[in-house]
């Protein structure tokens, strides 16, 4: 019994390196995310009064005339996708595209978000072990240190994830919004 555990001893000590280089990988592109999330706020602020205000105003008679009326922001990806419209099946091919960017934008968030705690979790639990067997030898150095791993882990994985969680959050209500402008298009596009 003791050769297992000896051998789970090994196999989860020799995660920690993994771990670590996981967590400072997360830690890297959340930070990255913040700066994008940062730069796409700005954007948003800047052409979301304009759109509002245009498919407020949007009717059956002045659809034809919508993309000449938007933004001429080339960073807003909503404006892209609207001023593309010539179809209703065309219409319906840039809903699905437009689905398809919001996944794929909302992956990296989504990733944080989970994955995050589930790191910080190993990163803390893999030096306790270590920390415990300092303890009982009365190695208080090498049990400090440990703790200073597993507690630094835990705070690295918990901002990445906070960071995932609030920018997830945030896009989410963008892209709903977003979508039923589109959808609100569609439907005046049907009428046609």
């Known amino acids: 019994m003791n050769y297992i555990s000896d ?22 592109r959340a930070l990255l995310l913040l700066g994008g999330f940062f730069g796409q706020y700005l954007v948003k602020r800047k052409t979301g009064a304009e759109i509002r205000e245009q498919m407020n105003t949007l009717t059956l008679d002045n659809i034809d005339t919508l993309g000449d009326r938007l933004p001429k922001n080339k960073q807003a990806v909503i404006v892209s996708y609207m001023k593309n419209r010539q179809s209703k099946a065309q219409v319906n091919r840039i809903l699905d595209q437009y689905a398809q960017f919001v996944e794929k ?47 630094a882990t835990t705070v690295v994985e918990l901002f990445s994830a906070a960071i995932g969680f609030v920018t997830k959050q945030t896009k989410n209500r963008w892209y709903t919004e977003d979508m039923s402008n589109l959808e609100f298009m569609a439907d005046l596009v049907s009428e046609e």
Do not use: E, R
């Open 105 to 151: 934008d909302l992956s990296l968030p989504s990733t944080l978000l989970k994955m995050g705690p589930m790191l910080g979790l190993m990163g803390t639990l893999i030096p306790m072990g270590p920390a415990l067997v300092g303890l009982s030898t009365g190695d208080i150095a090498s049990m400090a240190y440990n703790m200073q791993v597993a507690f």
């Open 7 to 28: 051998v789970l001893f090994w196999i989860s000590t020799g995660m920690l390196v993994p771990v670590i280089i996981l967590l400072i990988f997360f830690f890297l």
